[in-house]
């Protein structure tokens, strides 16, 4: 059969499906000059230093790939305390993690630029070297992973990860702290959040009248209540207000906290019952997570009331009132729960216990490192 005898009708039918099959492999794998060139991980220069963790706490947790450095440490801190994330530079980190107030937030729940409200409250960074999970949800699994969150949230920073890294590119200073830390080079977001997640791994606060106490054998350190309530504190027996069970207590170290999350009847609206806040079912679709929230360490508990994901409880008493009451019942409170009415305690002793676990709770305040504050202070 001669070219000119084939149908024009085959000739377009056969074009089309060479064409056809050639678009239907991927762009990248149809040239190798294509494929996009790899970003090398952003890794420390400069002088490496040792996180050196105070009585009560175990070795502070360091990832391979972001040692501290005395650059990188000084860099995160000059970075959490400039408004330079918000889109109008005017907020930073430290506005919602107050060093004052145990860098937590004083107030109920956190504002954004413009004032914009927020529906949690900032947890203190004090020891977040220790969660396995980050924010209330856990919806972070790394300091370094936190640090993007907030740039990003349209009601807090109001800014983009890129947009960060042009303000920081376009500031002097910053250009030769990021060269010292990094080396030279684009400014990215990985550097950030790594410088900031270093600094963050400084905030470890030990050594409390606790851990005096406790695991330095000084039995002044804490007073006669005090030690009452510890004892309560710590009795595994206990049908109701077990607290050890979710706050660690171990044999060499407390970080008073674990991994899991828990619905303690906080998220519960007292008068429709409904869920107001999904915490963690909303991260991982857990059904029996919904209204549940990450077990926050106890530690220096005394400084970050407002307490609960809300702010919606002022004092520590109020805080043990919630859990004698067995916290607010819903069909997914947590097993960890104490039982209704407490049963296994005396009405009669109920006050006094209360009481003793304030004092004790009281005794969990840390020593802050010195070099946390704003630099230059």
Known sequence: MSARSIPIAFLVAALAAVILAQSAIPIRARSRNQAPSRVRPAFPIGVPIEIKAPLGLPPVPIPADNPPTRETVALGRKLFFDPIFSRDNSISCASCHDPNAGFAD????????????????????????????????????????????????????????????????ANAEYVRLFEEAWGTGKITYEMVGKSLASFERTLVSGNSPFDRYYYGGDENAISESAKRGLRFFLNPS?????????????????????????????????????????????IDGNQRLTGAFRTMTLRDIA???????????????????????????????????????????????QPQAKKDLVEFLKTLTGDVPPDSGPPGN
């Open 238 to 282: 206990l049908k109701a207000a077990n607290c050890i069970s979710c706050h660690r207590i171990d044999t060499h170290f407390a970080t008073f906290t674990e991994a899991r999350f828990h619905n303690t009847g906080v998220a519960v609206d007292p008068v429709t019952r409904a869920i107001l806040d999904p915490g963690r079912v909303a």
């Open 106 to 169: 004083p107030r109920t729940v956190s504002l954004g630029v413009g004032g914009l409200r927020g529906t949690r409250n900032a947890p203190t960074v004090l020891n977040s070297a220790y969660n396995e999970f980050q924010f209330w949800d856990g919806r972070a699994a790394s300091l370094e992973e936190q640090a993007e969150g907030p740039v990003q949230n349209p009601v807090e920073f109001v800014h983009s990860l890129a947009g960060v890294e042009r303000k920081l590119a």
């Open 303 to 349: 400084l970050t009331a407002p307490y609960m994901h809300d702010g919606s409880i002022s004092t520590l008493e109020e805080v043990v009132d919630f859990y004698f009451q067995s916290g607010r019942a819903n069909p997914f409170l947590s097993n960890d729960m104490p039982r209704v009415g407490l049963t296994d305690i005396p009405a009669g002793e």
